[in-house]
């Protein structure tokens, strides 16, 4: 079992910058790929980036391209979401999760946190 737990978010204007962290518990020693999705009202969760246990692959969408950085921390057993350039359509709650792999799939993921609201206001 791996524990996830969010933070960071908050409400900010667009155009500025949010640091999302996510600390991981339990077997953290398996080698995750570690991911982040966001969800908006009444919208699928959708997938924002993802990163492999040693950092080789890294994947965005193409809507954060540029603007978002994944980084990971293992010994900390952190990933953070860097995200810079914000607009309003990113309002969402953003969710971190583990999987064997990276993958733009949200059913590839086993294990996810509880979820931290963004809010960017125009």
């Known amino acids: 079992q791996v524990q996830l737990v969010e933070s960071g978010g908050g409400l900010v204007q667009a155009g500025g910058s949010l640091r999302l962290s996510c600390v991981a518990s339990g077997r953290t020693s398996s080698g995750y790929a570690m991911g982040w999705f966001r969800q908006a009202p009444a919208k699928e969760r959708e997938f924002v980036a993802a990163?492999?246990?040693?950092?080789?692959?890294?994947d965005y969408a193409d809507s954060v391209k540029g603007r978002f950085t994944i980084s990971r921390d293992n010994a900390k057993n952190t990933v953070y979401l860097q995200m810079n350039s914000l607009i309003p359509e990113g309002t969402a709650v953003y969710y971190c999760a583990a999987a064997a792999r990276v993958s733009p799939r949200p059913y590839d993921y086993a294990y996810w946190g509880q979820g931290t609201q963004v809010a960017i206001s125009s």
């Open positions: 990163k492999s246990w040693g950092g080789g692959r890294t």
